[in-house]
């Protein structure tokens, strides 16, 4: 009986043959590390819901951006949880605000570094949602993008070297490129959130950028997970829209749909791997379960390989120090 031609195993029997047929190569190029700024000074308060990260005063997020960069990780992403918090999200449009603040410190300390902005209503609202709220409870779409695109720019004269609206309201990406062009800032790309679902595994960020909603859920704006052609219309909206980039959220249970959109797009696709999925794996890791080095690289990889030409995760630095090793 003739024996199959094909023996894949031929170019799996070395560390050497395995590493030069490997499809999907990691790199630090391709992470973003987020970070999540408090007011106060020397301030660095675990996240009890994810082991290994903190909330960070402006000079400690100073000093972790420093640590970033020197590990090799191009861009952090940064997310502000101010003490005062009204209707208006005023601290969000507040030249002086507290991402404001975090955003020049961190490009006057380390100007190579990029500052990814996020964009949104939720850490500096009462109420924690995205968007503007009627009475009745009803998210307002059409205020809550002029609102957004005001903090866009407020953020971009601060120095973001992108901004990274993540509200999905509907038209948001076109709001912020109008006023952007308009007021000088016609340089800062958008990264745009563009398929960013309804997911349970926000639930640990919500603890650290103290951005959980008062009332109801997000389900009337982010997308529902049973869905995937939506995230493709969501997506070329956004492209059409003027997004630099667009990123798919959360990363590892949405696999096809990243393939979906990088086959849909010619910008980059950015995917982000969200607190819960960071959580499950330390947690599992802190019971001896799971050895958190190989999930972790698994995970990524898997992320890439479905079509992530970058990706936002909590272990970019540790990842970019394994890879460098
Ligand atoms: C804010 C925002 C959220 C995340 C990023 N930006 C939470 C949410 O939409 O409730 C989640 C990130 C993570 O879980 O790591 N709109």
Redo the contacts with the bound molecule.
Sequence with gaps: MAFPSHRPRRTRQSDAWRRMVRETRLSADALIH?LFVVPGRGVRHPVSS?PGVSQLSVDEAVNDARAIMAAGVPAV?L?AAPQVKDAQASNALDPGGLAAQAIAAIKDACPQLLVWA?V????ATDHGH?GHVLPGGVIDNDSSIETLAQVALNYARAGADAV?P???MDGRIAAIRELLDAQGSAATPIVS?AA?Y??C??????E??E???AFGD?RSY?MDPANAREALREVLADVEEGADLVMV??AGPYLDVIRRVRDAVSVPVAA???????SLIKAAAERGWIDERAAVIETLTAIHRAGADLI?T?WATDVARWLNA
Excluded: W
């Design positions: 987020p994810m992403l997310f996020d949104c209503l939720c850490g995205c990274a993540s509200d999905m959130y960013k309804a997911s595994f926000y639930g640990p960020f919500r650290a950028a951005s959980a909603p997000r982010q959220k959360p982000y791997q969200v607190s819960g999925e960071y936002i909590y």
